[in-house]
């Protein structure tokens, strides 16, 4: 009875590594098109140093030095990017981490966002003109929020705006970030 179960418990294990294998040569390779989707915002890559504002909830604004690392992961696949601002003091004033992706069957970017407070989003992502101009944003209760960055000199200086909507329609500033890459 004892081998009757280690046999059938054989049997079952190469049948489910067969039909994973099976599964997986079925599977178009999507790596290039990525990877040549992925060129349309190429010119992010490296470190950004500058300075950004941000309006607080309640209505204070902040400012703080900004240094943004974005590196190529998984053989130039995805971009994780991430942002440290420093208040006055010294102190974090902002830390977020994001991965930025091509979805290949649906032919959309995409950025999933963290940040140290314990928040994390997907959002949509937009090239408006490849490594030029980008729109991210996402929704929030009570309305959405947008990001417009804009690369400009040839890629060597970043501009970003973000703006918050109740409606749609009425925008309003919430951050402004302008980075020179090093």
Do not use: C
């Not at 081998?3 to 079952?12: E, G």
């Not at 040549?36 to 915002?41: I, N, R």
């Amino acid at each position: 009875m004892i081998r009757l179960t280690k046999f059938l418990h054989t049997i079952l294990l190469l049948g489910a590594v067969a039909f994973a294998v099976t599964a997986q040569a079925q599977m178009p390779d999507v790596k290039e098109p990525v990877q040549s989707a992925m060129q349309s915002v190429s010119v992010m890559a490296g470190d950004w140093t500058g300075s950004s504002w941000t309006v607080s909830p309640d209505g204070s604004r902040k400012n703080a030095q900004m240094h943004e690392t974005i590196q190529w992961k998984l053989e130039n696949t995805v971009l994780l990017i991430e942002g440290v601002g420093k208040n006055e003091q010294g102190d974090n004033a902002h830390h977020a981490l994001g991965i930025l992706s091509f979805e290949p069957f649906s032919k959309t970017y995409q950025l999933n966002s963290h940040i140290a407070e314990g928040l994390s989003t997907t959002a949509s992502f937009e090239v408006v003109l490849p490594n030029e101009k980008f729109l991210w944003g996402y929704e929030v209760p009570g309305g959405e929020i947008r990001f417009t960055i804009t690369l400009s000199q040839n890629g060597t200086h970043w501009h970003e705006k973000g703006e918050f909507s109740p409606d749609g329609t009425n925008w309003y500033p919430t951050m402004e970030m302008n980075l020179d890459k090093e």
